[in-house]
């Protein structure tokens, strides 16, 4: 077989005819186009399915493939909700991440790795606006401004910004947190999630290794996870983690009004204009973030031992 050397028509044309790309009308066109309630609208319709399960299980009964059953379809949906969360904390701190590079937005947003992710997360939760930034902005709510309201903010704050920007900042704090201790991330995007057994002896991942009950853990998901005992070898286990997807409805939410604050004030600034229309979190109860964060603080993970001494 001979290799082509010559690139089809259509790269030739691009080649001869393409200018050269201006940066601020590839982000305009990007911010433009940019779906900034995705998650929010997955997450919301997964609700629903939630809420009305005859529907969705009468849909399935339909398949003439018969490839999946009605079967343990409440614990699926609460699974993909908690991901949807994950997936937009992600995305989210991806987004204030761009801000402050020298790339493109959708050329930052194609190519940015999970690491750098887990990085600025957890250089937001130490307070360290300097790092974000490159030494641009020294507090937080500095770099709130400037990542999530592209500085175009209004003049006379008033009362209401300081708890705004509190608000954010807890609310960012929490998503973090509860992004940087999903082990089940990764198995989950990959669609490695699997069905657990109540019956099966686990023991607690974090804390006594003490026997632990199932039964106890009615929203869950599970996964198989390989884990470093304390003498350096490594075990692997099938985890079974408690969720909440109450609570990531209720983070979702607060995070796509970051969102639509974000895609609003950054295409403002790209055309020129001096203000955008923003949402505010300083009416967020405090109780309500307290309870979210409690709930992130107590989280059960229980494991089963599958195989030892793990290579």
């Known amino acids: 077989m001979t290799r082509r050397t010559t690139p089809p028509i259509v790269e030739q044309l691009v080649s001869v005819s393409a200018a050269e790309p201006d940066t601020r009308e590839i ?33 399935l009964a339909g398949d003439p493939a018969d490839l999946a059953s009605p079967a343990g379809l409440p614990d699926v949906l609460k699974a993909e909700i908690h991901l949807t969360e994950l997936d937009l ?24 790795t999970r690491e750098l992710v887990r990085w600025a997360i957890d250089r937001f939760i130490a307070g360290d606006a300097s790092a974000l930034t490159g030494e641009a902005m020294r507090t937080r709510g500095e770099f709130i401004e400037g990542a999530i309201y592209t500085n175009l903010v209004p003049g006379e704050r008033g009362p209401d910004w300081p708890r705004n920007l509190a608000n954010i900042t807890r609310v960012l704090e929490i998503a973090g947190q509860r992004y940087l201790a999903a082990s089940e991330l990764k198995p989950l995007a990959r669609g490695l999630r699997i069905m657990r057994d109540e ?36 075990n692997l286990y099938r985890e079974v983690k408690a969720i909440s997807f109450e609570e990531s409805i209720n983070l979702i939410y607060m995070m796509t009004m970051l969102m639509r604050s974000l895609k609003r004030t950054r295409l403002a600034r790209l055309t020129g204009q001096s203000k ?23 989280r ?11 290579e």
Do not use: C
């Not at 923003?278 to 709930?295: F, K, R, W």
């Open 27 to 59: 982000e305009t066109e990007f911010y433009r186009r940019l779906d900034d309630t995705y998650f929010y609208k997955k997450a919301f319709t997964l609700y629903h399915a939630l809420q009305n399960p005859d529907g969705v299980a009468a849909l």
């Open 89 to 112: 904390t992600e995305a989210l701190f991806a987004f204030m991440a761009a801000a402050f590079q020298t790339a493109p937005h959708p050329v930052f947003m194609a190519t940015y």
């Open 199 to 234: 019956t099966e002896t686990a023991r607690f991942m974090d804390g006594p290794e003490a026997d632990a009950a199932q039964a106890g853990i009615e929203d869950w998901v599970a996964f198989h996870r390989v884990k470093r005992r304390k003498d350096g070898n490594r």
């Open 276 to 298: 955008a229309p923003i949402h505010s979190l300083a009416s967020i109860d405090e109780a309500a973030l307290e309870a979210l964060d409690l709930g992130s603080e107590i």
């Open 300 to 310: 059960t993970k229980i494991g089963i031992v599958t195989g030892s001494d793990i």
